[in-house]
């Protein structure tokens, strides 16, 4: 089984050439996937299928590489029949570290085990063949491939459709040899008639009439053909279908091609809708013998004048640098003017929207690659990223994780920097400047706690020598002296000019020099106001905290750079 080799694949080629390690291909990967279709190209950037696609991962034991030539090994996968069930149509091969290193689709294929006694397994060999400069060597397969049985259900498949594809350029979508494969009225009901017929390629015999079995509708008739697998075999099969149709592919993986060969108008009106040519017999003798002229051919007495030949420039020149209006560009000033095209862009770096190097690309990783395989690069950056192992290796610019900056080249707007030299993240120096605004002359409230239930202290200063006031009362009970009537104190008074009844004179006592102590009540708990004046104008201190991460950056967006070789 040919392979393609996946870009994944050509860039571990190359990242083991570079570290001088081998590239080690370890397992088969059988998958079925929905609606794959083995005629299109495989999409060399995918990956493997999905895990629930995935039915068989088969270990290549070592006796299983083999060399075709130094420069072609091939791996083998030998699946006996205790192993199944599972149908498949793509294949893969895996390295040692999970890379999808090469894939290939195929016709769905079975693989069934064998079930004692009825024996309805089946052995399956595949074998994987995948080239590139050096593939021996840097695989390290020492086994020639030449002495293994060799899988051909790929190939034989492959010539089916080379075969098919041969005679679509010839014939066309569908042709039909005279009137073979007529759809037809009969005494009964319908049939299709004998005869010869190619649709898209695969060429249908039906040896006798067939009846069409069956209520027929009105409206069109289609042929459906497909290469029906037999045995071990692929054989033209056909059936007859009715309403619109389409070339479509069966749950078996094989492909039907469909064409219409009648329109039933009525039950008494058949049109013939089939691509028909009066062919006889060999096709040659009727091509040969067949009169007039062909509308696109001119056959007879061709010559320069009749086309204008005169008008066309003449093809003399492989130089790529004319600009001559008299000469077109030969073959080998095409291949010029692409290597010219090549060659400039060799040790250019590109961003691209993809994690894999593109074909002619390597990852800008910092790997070490080989000074002789990729001698171009070589010759254009020498070892100005790196020396590699200082004989046969060179180092790649490492583009990882980091911005390109235009060389300033005496600009002098980033002054003494090498060319291609790293340079590490900075900041420019700034300050911050930073104030508060003077909030004006101010009170600020301000307050004191409550004390508790408490006393206060008091007292009276001294009056000096002095006399008291009084008045007099006599109610028939005796004098009462500072307290109502009817009281029992007395105190003796002296009243200037005056006397008592029985001749003493009337006074107070005298008291002296003294002072008098007064008492003040609890006030119970309370708090005292406090007035604080104004501050007047000011300023206060600002302290700004710091904010940021771990490095300065734009908006960006994460690319993968690669450097042409």
């Known amino acids: 089984m040919s392979a393609s080799i996946t870009l994944a694949g050509e860039s571990q080629i190359a990242l083991k050439q570079s570290q001088q390690k081998p590239l080690i291909v370890s397992r088969f990967i059988f998958a079925n996937v929905p609606g794959l279709d083995p005629t299109e190209p495989l ?10 696609q995935i039915v068989h991962v088969y270990t290549i034991p070592e006796k299983n590489a083999g060399f075709v030539n ?5 791996y083998s996968a030998q699946l006996g029949s205790d192993v199944g069930d599972w149908d498949f149509n793509w294949v893969g091969l895996e390295d040692a570290d999970g890379i999808l290193f090469a894939a290939s689709s195929v016709p769905l294929q079975q693989k069934r085990r064998n079930i004692p006694p009825e024996q309805i397994g089946n052995n399956v060999t595949r074998n994987f063949l995948v ?18 049985q060799h899988d051909f259900t790929v190939r034989l498949a492959g010539i089916d459709e080379r075969e098919r594809l041969g005679n679509r350029n ?22 299709i008639s004998a005869g010869t017929a190619y649709i898209e390629g695969i060429r249908l015999e039906i040896p006798g009439p067939e009846p069409v079995p069956g209520v027929i509708p009105v409206g069109k008739v289609w042929l459906d053909v497909c290469l029906e697998r037999q045995l071990n075999d692929r054989v033209a099969a056909w059936k007859v279908v009715f309403g619109e149709q389409a070339d479509y592919i069966d749950a078996a993986g094989v492909r039907h091609y469909c064409v219409p060969i009648a329109d039933i108008v009525s039950s008494t009106v058949i049109e013939d809708l089939r691509d028909a040519e009066p062919v006889g017999g060999a096709l040659i003798r009727y091509l040969a013998s067949r009169t007039g002229d062909y509308p696109l051919l001119r056959a007879r007495a061709t010559t320069k004048a009749d086309v204008g030949l005169g008008n066309l420039p003449n093809a003399i020149s492989d130089d790529p640098a004319t600009n001559s209006s008299e000469i077109v560009a030969s073959t080998a000033a095409l291949n010029k003017l692409q290597t010219q095209v090549g060659d400039s862009m ?3 770096v590109a961003a691209f929207a993809m994690n894999s190097a593109p074909a002619g690309w390597l990852a800008c990783n910092g790997a070490a690659i080989s000074r002789t395989a990729f001698a171009g690069l070589f010759a254009r950056i020498a070892t100005h990223y790196g020396a590699g192992d200082g004989s046969t290796t060179f180092n790649l610019p490492d583009m990882r994780g980091l911005f390109p900056r235009g060389w300033d ?28 605004a003077a909030v004006g002359d101010h009170l600020h409230s301000a307050w004191t706690d409550a004390q508790g239930n408490h006393n206060h202290s008091a007292w009276t200063d001294a009056q000096g020598n002095h006399d008291h006031g009084f008045r007099i009362v006599d109610n028939g009970a005796g004098i009462n002296v500072g307290y109502p009537a009817g009281g029992s104190v007395f105190t003796e008074l002296e009243i200037p000019g005056g006397k008592n009844a029985d001749g003493r004179p009337m006074r107070t006592d005298y008291q002296g020099n003294h002072a008098h102590n007064v008492g003040i009540g609890a006030a119970g708990n309370h708090a005292h106001n406090v007035g604080v004046g104004g501050a007047g104008n000011h300023t206060h201190g600002i302290t700004v905290a710091a904010a940021g991460g771990t490095e300065t950056r734009p908006r960006n967006l994460a690319l993968f750079y690669c450097i042409k070789y």
């Open 43 to 52: 999409d060399r950037a995918a990956g493997k299928p999905a895990a629930e």
């Open 70 to 74: 130094p420069n072609q090994v091939v």
């Open 409 to 436: 080249d005496g600009r002098g707007l980033d002054p003494g920097r090498a060319f291609g030299a790293y340079q590490d993240m900075m900041i420019h120096s700034h300050a911050h400047s930073a104030s508060a």
């Open 346 to 348: 060799t040790g250019m």
């Open 170 to 191: 010839l014939y066309g979508r569908a042709c039909f040899f005279s009137d073979s494969l007529t759809f037809e009225k009969t005494d009964t009901g319908y049939q």
């Open 131 to 148: 080239a590139f400069d050096g593939a021996m060597q840097l695989t390290g397969v020492k086994i020639d491939a030449c002495t293994w």
